[in-house]
């Protein structure tokens, strides 16, 4: 009688038993924030604490959620913390910003990310994603986490860029990567919510990357108005022009432009291509799985060339990816801070107080999900999906500032996906390690070697 395998439990921080001391505590947050959080944190409606920093709650039940996110969303600002850390390298862009910036970049940035243009971004993701696999024919074992960074820069140069972003991709990615080890982190002075001016030594090594990351911006900028003066008529109406055309005296500054290129560059590429990295891996574990998956991906390829029609139409694919999401949400952590106080069912909610939202840790929670650490992409199947409440799934946040580019997303990660797996096959070696790291996003540390073979099936669609 055939029998269901047990789902695979994916790596990750066991839940502490003991609270840390504050010096451990300290070297924990700079580390590795994911394990910090102890057994009660995964079971509890929410946790208010005192720490050094002051008044602190997590808060894990979903109506508390929504009522901090989306109901009372004008009492909470972005919280100190927070800001401490991005702000170095997002200024304004719109991760960071607040108030009248934020309401103008996003205005600015809207009309890009409607379902039209979505739609019209599925080609120029087809085409990255197909020159991108040929790298692949050869086999071998490959750092499949480097790989997706790649994937989703030449991706989003492609798409909001229209491929005129002015660098070349592999000294990208090692500077992202190096940008996101330094000035990503959480330093011991933004526990102690220090002053601003006063220097965070963990960021200091960060100056060169960061100066880096702002001449690509400066050459990026340079390039496209050069483009303009020459044929105004013949611009690409993407991101970038449209970022421009916003700049003026009721719209955006240059700063301001600056700031959401530099955004979406490094971070709105980053969070994609993490998630694909661990989907990718989860599946080498989870053969059982990827097998249901390839042989979804090579139907759906066999009939269908429109890749828009993809999302729809792979249903398993998008829910191992999801799954992953779920596993390792790119962004581990959302915070605020309430403006004024306040009591939610009995909850007292002191101003200034950190309140933090973290999917990673409301995503395992034992009391929202069953087995809450296994890889188990059922749980997003069309017929389970009813079950899940939306504020206990975060993966994009929620509210007003949920993420811009959600569906553009989720768009490019089913078709890279059927691209990879329809062509190759990505197994684990004895370096295939990972261990889930917060920095800005959720990282494998040691990343993802694996080893990359063709498939050969030839069911495929002629045309991919």
């Not at 998630?275 to 080498?284: K, N, P, S």
Request: aromatic fraction near 8%.
């Amino acid at each position: 009688m055939d029998t269901k395998p047990a789902p695979f439990v994916p790596p990750a921080p066991k839940p502490r038993t003991t609270p840390p001391s504050t010096l451990e505590m300290m070297r924990i947050v700079y580390r590795n924030p994911l394990e910090l959080w102890g057994e009660h944190t995964y079971n509890e409606p929410w946790i208010s604490v005192t720490g050094i920093g002051g008044p602190l709650v997590v808060a894990n039940d979903p109506g508390l959620i929504r009522h901090v996110l989306v109901d009372n969303a004008r009492n909470y600002k972005m919280a100190t913390v927070r800001q401490l850390i991005l702000r170095p390298i997002l200024r304004d862009g719109l991760l960071t910003a607040e108030g009248e910036v934020w309401k103008r970049s996003r205005k600015a940035m809207a009309p890009v990310f409607t379902p039209r243009h979505i739609f019209g971004f599925a080609e120029p993701m087809l085409r990255r994603t197909l020159e991108f696999v040929t790298r692949y024919e050869a086999g071998g074992t490959s750092d499949i986490a480097h790989d997706m960074t790649l994937l989703t820069y030449d991706i989003l140069a492609e798409t909001l860029f229209s491929g005129e972003i002015a660098d070349e991709p592999g000294s990208f990615a090692k500077e992202i990567d190096h940008l996101f080890e330094t000035m990503g982190r959480v330093d011991p002075l933004d526990l102690l919510r220090a002053p601003e001016w006063l220097p965070r030594l963990t960021r200091i090594r960060g100056r060169k990357t960061m100066a880096y990351f702002r001449n690509i911006v400066a050459g990026t900028v340079r390039m496209r108005e050069e483009r303009l003066k020459r044929d105004p008529d013949g611009v690409p109406q993407d991101f970038l022009t449209l970022l421009l055309k916003a700049e003026g005296p009721d719209g955006l500054t240059r700063a301001e432009v600056e700031d959401n290129i530099i955004t979406f560059i490094g971070a709105g590429h980053e969070t994609t291509a993490r998630a694909l990295g661990w989907t990718i891996y989860c599946l080498a574990e989870a053969a059982w799985e990827r097998d249901r998956i390839e042989q979804e991906i090579d139907a759906v390829l066999a009939r269908e060339p429109d890749p828009t029609k993809w999302l729809d139409a792979m249903p398993l694919t998008r829910a191992a990816f999801e799954e992953a999401l779920r596993l390792y949400p790119p962004a581990p952590s959302i915070n605020r801070e309430p403006i004024e106080p306040e009591t939610w069912n009995g909850l007292y909610i002191p101003k200034h107080a950190a309140v933090l939202v973290m999917p990673w840790v409301v995503h395992r929670h034992r009391k929202l999900w069953d087995r809450p650490d296994a890889f188990m992409p059922e749980r997003f199947h069309p017929e389970n999906r009813d079950r899940i409440d939306r504020f206990q799934y975060l993966p994009f946040g929620a509210g007003p500032r949920v993420c811009i580019g959600a569906s553009f997303a989720m768009q490019e990660a089913i078709i890279a996906l059927a691209i990879l797996l329809s062509r190759f096959r990505f197994d684990v070696t004895a370096e295939t390690r990972p261990w889930p790291v917060q920095k800005l996003t959720t990282q494998p540390q040691g990343g993802l070697p694996m080893q990359v073979s063709r498939r050969g099936q030839s069911n495929s669609r002629k045309s991919v």
